[in-house]
T-cell receptor, first 113, second 113 residues
Framework: DTEVTQTPKHLVMGMTNKKSLKCEQH?????MYWYKQKAKKPPELMFVYSYEKLSINESVPSRFSPECPNSSLLNLHLHALQPEDSALYLC????????????FGPGTRLTVT | SQQGEEDPQALSIQEGENATMNCSYKTSINNLQWYRQNSGRGLVHLILIRSNEREKHSGRLRVTLDTSKKSSSLLITASRAADTASYFC?????????????WGAGTKLIIKP
């Protein structure tokens, strides 16, 4: 299995809602990432998990809360988001934190109303 | 933050023609990667070239790297409609942080049938 899966594919939420994005990989990768991508822009790194521990937080607002329950799963909990948080949220993984190649999921298209 | 610049921003060619896109970066690197992204979906790793390599091939892809000019090019030969996508270059933010990639702005490639 060489796939990173993400659910849901699309999510519409109000500014007072709480929702979660889910990412899963079964490649035995030990590094997992969350990226945010706005239209016609490159991805922006948000968080890096290395061996299930948060190693990088790119000064992301606290309304985004990552969680790594085990080595295959990565969640992104969302609370009190703003309309400007609407974007494509991409999950990725790599074999090790020192590995070059990252494997991306298809993304969750988030719209905040 | 973005380190790379890519040109052109957009490229439209006829099927069967070759497509060339360029990437420039600002700091010393140990490798440079190219990724493809189909509209609104996840990124797919295409090819990695190390700083001690000048040229690399993978199928219809040819990548060059000129570390003295801090630039790379991606050539797609005999283009197909399925090559329509955005193409991004990516370099590690620092020599010891392969997981923190700096992305170019991307080139949007359209292959006309």
């Amino acid at each position: 299995d060489t796939e990173v899966t993400q659910t849901p594919k699309h999510l519409v939420m109000g500014m007072t809602n709480k929702k979660s994005l889910k990412c899963e990989q079964h490649m035995g990768h030990r590094a997992m990432y969350w990226y945010k991508q706005k239209a016609k822009k490159p991805p922006e790194l948000m968080f890096v998990y290395s061996y299930e521990k948060l190693s990088i937080n790119e000064s992301v607002p606290s309304r985004f809360s990552p969680e790594c329950p085990n080595s295959s799963l990565l969640n992104l909990h969302l609370h009190a988001l703003q309309p400007e948080d609407s974007a494509l949220y991409l999950c990725a993984s790599s074999q090790e934190p020192s590995s070059y190649e990252q494997y991306f999921g298809p993304g969750t298209r988030l719209t905040v109303t | 933050s973005q380190q790379g610049e890519e040109d052109p921003q957009a490229l439209s060619i006829q099927e069967g023609e070759n497509a060339t896109m360029n990437c420039s970066y600002k700091t010393s690197i140990n490798n440079l990667q190219w990724y493809r992204q189909n509209s609104g979906r996840g990124l797919v790793h295409l090819i990695l070239i190390r700083s001690n390599e000048r040229e690399k091939h993978s199928g219809r892809l040819r990548v060059t790297l000129d570390t003295s000019k801090k630039s790379s090019s991606l050539l797609i030969t005999a283009s197909r409609a399925a090559d329509t996508a955005s193409y991004f270059c990516a370099t590690p933010r620092a020599m010891d942080s392969n997981y923190q990639l700096i992305w170019g702005a991307g080139t949007k490639l359209i292959i006309k049938p």
